[in-house]
């Protein structure tokens, strides 16, 4: 059984906009993290979800590249979403045809607090109809109010219930529901399961979760917020590195992923690029998870004449896969020659593209050691870095 979750991030969000400018809701930054990845992280999380797409506003492409750049395994590339949600849905419906899943779970952007066992719920719920969505029974009396505000009358609230998301379906139900409801010119469904209804299949309500909210307004926005940054409870790491390399026959180094035209080369198993070498060991460093040397062992031979940023890209991986982030890295590389200078942009860019940073996270600099030691001796080159990550602090 394969399952693909799709996230709805399409619309517009802008009711809990703060400002004009303001990006729509589902890219609002919660604890220092937009809204829609922590969607997409939470769906990630659970086993039975082999993929996960995304519908986005095609003018939105910006503000999901940041929501996709730490690595999140199960994610597919984006499709373009329509102007409704029904739209955005069956899009992203449509673009699975050719590798179809199975079963589709359709969650909206912003409710980043859905739990797994919500999600097992839910895919359990299949076992008893053609659709499944999680609610609450509504608590609160109900009472239908004219426009100033007058009372007309009391509802009974009973077998009423709240729809969360996701809603759970096979992928052909689902399919073919929404192509009826388009070609029948019905394009309001406000969710899944009302469509599906429709279209005459079976809906199965299973228990949602209080914590399932929906955020609509600033006001949802600022109390999650709040919330996610008292539960955050985020540490923050260094980790150090430091390599040498000394200098052999050849015409070019490579320092921080950038080929320099050199009098010597680097001795080494790999491409001896011995500043992405350091970096990779600090990384590893702050996640307590040893070297360079354990990871790719220059007996390897798949390792030899090896780009180093592979080292650097997995080192950045292992954080990724605890949850953490990396924050800054400096690198300090000591030698004589070749002269460093003109290179330090193009080094630091390097490194920001390898490790999905912005420039000013990237530190690149250079010194002589006044003609002492091995490197003043232009034996070879050392390289220092330190690495600075936040990790989820699960103490
Ligand atoms: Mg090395």
Known sequence: MSTIAIIVAAGRGKRAA?????????????????????????????????????????????????????GQAKLLAPVAGGATRQASVRAALESLVRDPPDIVLIHDAARPFVDSALITRVMDGLA?????????????????????????????????????????????????????????????????????????LTVHMVEGSEANVKITTADDLARSDMALR??????????????????????????????IPHTHALDGHSDADVALHALTDALLGAIGDGDIGQHFPPSDERWRGAPSQLFLTDAAQRVARRGGRIVNVDVTLLCEAPRIGPHRVEMATRIAEILALTADRVGVKATTTERLGFTGRREGIAAMAIATIVLPDNR
């Open 128 to 200: 008893v109809a053609d659709a499944s969505l999680p609610g609450i029974p509504v608590s609160d009396t109900l009472k239908r109010v004219e426009g100033r505000g007058a009372v007309l009358d009391t509802l009974s609230r009973t077998a009423l219930w709240r729809a969360q998301t996701p809603q759970a379906a096979r992928f052909r139900d689902a399919l073919a529901a929404h192509r009826a409801a388009a070609a029948a010119g019905l394009e309001e469904f406000t969710d899944d399961a009302a469509l599906l209804q429709w279209h005459g």
């Open 18 to 70: 703060t400002t004009q400018s303001a990006p729509p809701k589902q890219f609002a930054l919660l604890a220092g993290k937009p809204l829609l990845s922590h969607t997409i992280d939470a769906l990630e999380r659970h086993r039975a979800i082999d993929r996960i797409l995304v519908a986005i506003h095609p003018g939105d492409a910006s503000h999901y590249a940041g929501c996709a750049a730490s």
């Open 230 to 259: 008292a539960a955050a409870r985020e540490e923050t790491r260094t980790g150090q590195g430091f390599d040498v390399h000394r200098f052999t026959k050849g015409d070019h180094v490579w320092l921080c992923g950038v080929r």
